[in-house]
């Protein structure tokens, strides 16, 4: 074989070898290409899916928003409801109180009135009580009670200091709710000290008259042992 068949030779290796390279990277190119498209469609399909999934959700989300605002509408309106058919059974009631007190009113001016006033009165009682209401007391010579009594003022008073003196006017209470606290005024002690000076002078005259009548009592001992004696 001469030089030139060899170099013939060599060159067809050559140009054999190239185009297996090139016909063995032509289908992976293919693959890639097909892989890549197949998963860009199962992403545009995962996409899809979350899309109408957050589409159900924004529209159940709506739905029970407006389940909501329908649900405190209602209970809005029965709450009202409720409160006026409370308020009208009061006031059924307190008409008849009312009544009772117009009748009283229309008798005859010499006629005494007191014994109907007096009547009406615990039966206005008796309604309050229905409705859980109580008279909060106020007593002088107690200490007030800032969350139960309102001190008006502060006046001169036998009674201790900063305790009642006078009240004014009573306060109610509906269950724990204080609904109108009582008014009172409160003493600055001023005459309580006078008080008990003018106590402590009346106890002292009082000792000093048993004393004299101790005295005369021995005195007319004395004299009438003396007569005895003659």
Aim: aromatic share 2%; glycine share 4%; proline share 2%.
């Amino acid at each position: 074989m001469t030089d030139q068949d060899v170099d013939s030779a060599d060159r067809e290796s050559t140009e054999d070898t190239d185009g297996s390279e090139d016909t063995d990277g032509q289908p992976d190119e293919e693959w890639d290409r097909e892989q890549f498209e197949n998963r860009v469609v199962e992403l545009e399909a995962q996409l899809t899916e979350l899309e109408a999934e957050n589409e159900d959700l924004e529209e159940r989300l709506a739905r029970k928003q407006a389940d909501f605002q329908n649900y405190k509408r209602r209970q809005k309106q029965q709450l009202a409801q409720e409160k006026e058919r409370a308020t009208e059974d009061l006031v059924e009631r307190l008409l008849d109180v009312r009544d009772n007190l117009e009748r009283a009113l229309e008798q005859d001016e010499d006629v005494d009135i007191r014994d109907g006033v007096e009547s009406t009165l615990e039966q206005f009682d008796q309604q309050l009580a229905r409705e859980n209401v109580e008279r909060i007391t106020a007593t002088v010579g107690e200490v007030p009670d800032p969350h139960r009594h309102e001190v008006l003022a502060t006046i001169a008073s036998t009674q201790p200091a900063n305790t009642i003196a006078q009240v004014h006017r009573p306060g109610y209470l509906m269950g724990e709710k204080v609904l109108r606290s009582a008014q009172v005024a409160v003493s600055d002690g001023s005459l309580a000290e006078e008080d008990e000076s003018t106590a402590d002078n009346e106890e002292s005259a009082t000792e000093d008259d048993s004393t004299t009548e101790s005295e005369d009592s021995t005195t007319d001992g004395e004299e009438s042992t003396s007569e005895d004696e003659k």
